[in-house]
């Protein structure tokens, strides 16, 4: 039992001394590390799709972080709003993937064969002011 005590002790400072953190830089600028951001790109050529086929997307979505996001159609056009939020013109990047044109939502909806969804919503959100404009970062949430 001493040994199992131990071990565990010992493997608790081991994971501690793992932990990741950013140092600053000799010369005092902060060193900033970047993991595998996500990002919305309009596709090379968009997918054509009928209505009948967006149709099976149409409705009413909840996400994982209380959301809730509604695609639709509206004279012709495809559009994506997020509960409260102005709709987006979306672009069908794949059968399942959808683009907003102003580069603010990406959406992937996957249908399984028992008619469980589930999926992304890539959203654009502001970041902070820089010397330029503002900087934005994208934000992913389930869908379910």
């Given at each position: 039992m001493k040994t199992l005590i131990a071990t565990a002790?010992?493997?608790?400072?081991?994971?501690?001394?793992?932990?990741?953190?950013?140092?600053?830089?000799?010369?005092?600028?902060?060193v900033t590390i970047t993991g595998n951001q996500k990002s919305i790109a309009l596709p090379e050529s968009p997918r054509a799709m009928s209505e009948l086929e967006f149709g099976k997307y149409?409705?009413?979505?909840?996400?994982?972080?209380?959301?809730?996001?509604?695609?639709?159609?509206?004279?012709?056009?495809?559009?994506?709003?997020?509960?409260?939020?102005?709709?987006?013109?979306l672009v069908a990047k794949s059968g399942h993937t959808f683009v907003a044109k102003d580069l603010q939502l990406e959406v992937?909806?996957?249908?399984?064969?028992?008619?469980?969804?589930?999926?992304?919503?890539?959203?654009?959100?502001?970041?902070?002011?820089v010397a330029a404009g503002t900087q934005q970062h994208v934000v992913s949430v389930a869908l379910h």
């Open positions: 002790a010992a493997l608790t400072f081991a994971l501690a001394g793992f932990t990741a953190s950013a140092q600053p830089a000799a010369d005092g600028n902060t149409a409705g009413s979505y909840e996400l994982s972080n209380g959301d809730s996001i509604a695609l639709f159609i509206r004279a012709g056009a495809k559009y994506a709003a997020l509960h409260g939020q102005p709709a987006h013109e992937t909806i996957d249908k399984s064969d028992e008619n469980k969804i589930s999926g992304e919503v890539l959203m654009a959100v502001p970041s902070g002011a």
